[in-house]
């Protein structure tokens, strides 16, 4: 990336943190927080998952859109999403962002998720992952992307939607935020956005690139999920791994992080990633191995543990 490109990504953020600033101001009403179902697929109708959100405290749901046990069959989504949603919103709660497996247009079921996704009034859906390939050079890659995310951007127009890609700690690609932000740099953020974890940012950039990461994303980050862990070597001596933990136990500097959402305008989805031990709840299963009220408590307390944060930092 040369020096021409880099200013060409300052220009767009600056514009495009503009025009977010106009919609957004910093007294937007408080930020809402949705559970994340793929802790709850322990849970299967509609109706159970929603009373185990509400007596947690959550907001709303983002609903997983993948092959079981994930809630909504993708192959069905016509059929189940709708039905899923409006059980779900009947209980007060929201739905404005689903989980898919979709990477691109040519995705399986994309266009039909989107297409029931938009009709029951949902805005934003989880979109990735790209990988890179040893041995080409990372930029080159990179501009391959493009036409492939310029043909999703155009789904998600004719739809109305905002896919927010996820990030990881790794090799992938997104993990660096700038690299994928250099595919991004031209398409508009209510379009493709990222999908900003700040755990697995955090991981990726612990001494504190995520902060200079997370602003020059800023107008492009569509959705944050938020989880906490930190870093211990792996049994072979030499990987070092993630060690989930709830939220305020880990390296996460979860203040920061609010802080800087706060400063520029975050007004996306915002949900919890409980990965940290809890019966299997963590890992998606459809079964738990601890009493219901013991995983469920667990992830009410980093409902709290959020809400405190986000009080401190003026968006709740």
């Known amino acids: 990336m040369n020096r021409r490109e880099l200013l060409k990504i300052g220009a767009g953020v600056a514009v495009a943190t503009a025009t977010r600033a106009q919609q957004t101001p910093n007294n937007q009403k408080t930020q809402k927080i949705d559970a994340y179902s793929r802790h709850l697929q322990w849970l299967r109708s509609p109706d159970e998952v929603a009373e185990a ?34 059980a779900v919103r009947k209980h007060g709660l929201q739905v404005v962002a689903i989980t898919t497996n979709i990477t691109d247009a040519d995705s399986p079921n994309a266009e039909d998720i989107l297409r029931a996704a938009a009709s029951v009034g949902i805005t934003y859906y989880w979109w990735g992952t790209f990988r890179y390939e040893a041995g080409k050079p990372v930029i080159e890659q990179l501009d391959t992307l493009k036409p492939r995310v310029a043909k999703l951007a155009a789904l998600n127009e004719k739809y109305k939607m905002t896919a927010m890609y996820h990030n990881y700690a790794g090799t992938q690609v997104g993990s660096a935020i700038w690299d994928f932000l250099y595919v991004l740099k031209n398409f508009d953020p209510k379009l493709v956005g990222f999908h900003y974890d700040i755990g697995h940012a955090t991981n990726a950039g612990g001494g504190g690139t995520w902060i200079n ?21 792996g049994q072979d001596g030499r990987d070092w791994r993630p060690h989930y933990t709830p939220l305020g136990q880990g390296n996460v500097q979860l203040g920061q992080f609010v802080a800087i959402l706060n400063e520029i305008n975050f007004s996306g989805p915002m949900e ?15 079964k738990i191995t601890l009493p219901r009220e013991q995983v469920l408590g667990a992830m009410k307390k980093d409902l709290q543990v959020l809400r405190a944060a986000l009080r401190q930092a003026g968006l709740a």
């Open 53 to 86: 959100a509400l007596e947690m405290g959550y907001d709303g749901l983002d609903i997983t859109v993948r092959a079981y046990p994930g809630h909504v069959n993708p192959a069905k989504v016509g059929q189940e999403l709708p039905a899923f949603v409006d």
């Open 213 to 233: 990461n997370l602003r020059a994303a800023g107008p492009y980050i569509a959705g944050v999920s938020v989880k906490d862990s930190y870093l211990e070597k």
């Open 272 to 286: 919890i990633q409980a990965e940290y031990p809890n019966g299997g709840a963590e890992n998606a299963q459809d």
